[in-house]
């Protein structure tokens, strides 16, 4: 009997490591609220999260890949000085030691080029990012329609696709 409890006991807390952080507290990168905006098969979609740098030590997102795609840039939007917008392609965006970059709606966010299939709300996409320090985070992103509020208290933590 002690045995099985104590097997279960080190299952909960392998389970408990595996979930949450990307790294020893307060060192990782921690992505917060990630979510898509739904779109078109053939059309390009646009993904957002928040990454948090715990770690004392500047990192970079230099990269992101997707099952949803063919292929996966990092993008930044601005508004010029004649009021129109323009999306700047990022070969990699800073993340500043303990401290977060939103990727938002008008600002930096993940392109997804050329989808390929829909993306309707309720559905889920795979995302992994690469840093230039940090190993790959792998996430499981929903899908929400283009109206909803996204980021709004939803913590998807950092857990790794199925």
């Given at each position: 009997m002690?045995?099985?409890?104590?097997?279960?006991?080190?299952?909960?807390?392998?389970?408990?490591?595996?979930?949450?952080?990307?790294?020893?507290?307060?060192?990782?990168?921690?992505?917060?609220?990630?979510?898509?905006?739904?779109?078109?098969?053939?059309?390009?979609?646009?993904?957002?999260?928040?990454?948090?740098?715990?770690?004392?030590?500047?990192?970079?997102?230099?990269?992101?890949?997707?099952?949803?795609?063919?292929?996966?840039?990092?993008?930044?939007?601005?508004?010029?000085?004649?009021?129109?917008?323009?999306?700047?392609?990022?070969?990699?965006?800073?993340?500043?030691?303990?401290?977060?970059?939103?990727?938002?709606?008008?600002?930096?966010?993940?392109?997804?080029?050329?989808?390929?299939?829909?993306?309707?709300?309720?559905?889920?996409?795979?995302?992994?990012?690469?840093?230039?320090?940090?190993?790959?985070?792998?996430?499981?992103?929903?899908?929400?329609?283009?109206?909803?509020?996204g980021?709004?208290?939803?913590?998807?933590?950092?857990?790794?696709?199925?």
């Amino acid at each position: 009997m002690k045995k099985i409890i104590l097997m279960f006991i080190w299952i909960g807390m392998f389970l408990l490591s595996a979930c949450g952080t990307t790294g020893e507290e307060g060192t990782g990168i921690e992505v917060h609220d990630p979510w898509a905006r739904s779109a078109l098969k053939g059309d390009n979609g646009a993904a957002y999260l928040l990454l948090h740098n715990h770690s004392t030590s500047e990192d970079a997102l230099v990269g992101v890949s997707s099952d949803a795609a063919t292929a996966a840039e990092i993008h930044l939007s601005q508004m010029k000085n004649d009021g129109t917008m323009e999306m700047t392609k990022q070969e990699s965006v800073v993340l500043p030691a303990d401290s977060e970059v939103e990727f938002k709606p008008g600002n930096y966010h993940i392109m997804l080029v050329g989808l390929k299939q829909d993306l309707k709300k309720g559905d889920k996409i795979t995302l992994t990012l690469h840093f230039k320090k940090h190993e790959d985070i792998t996430l499981t992103v929903p899908v929400l329609d283009a109206g909803d509020m996204g980021g709004s208290g939803m913590d998807m933590g950092t857990t790794p696709a199925p």
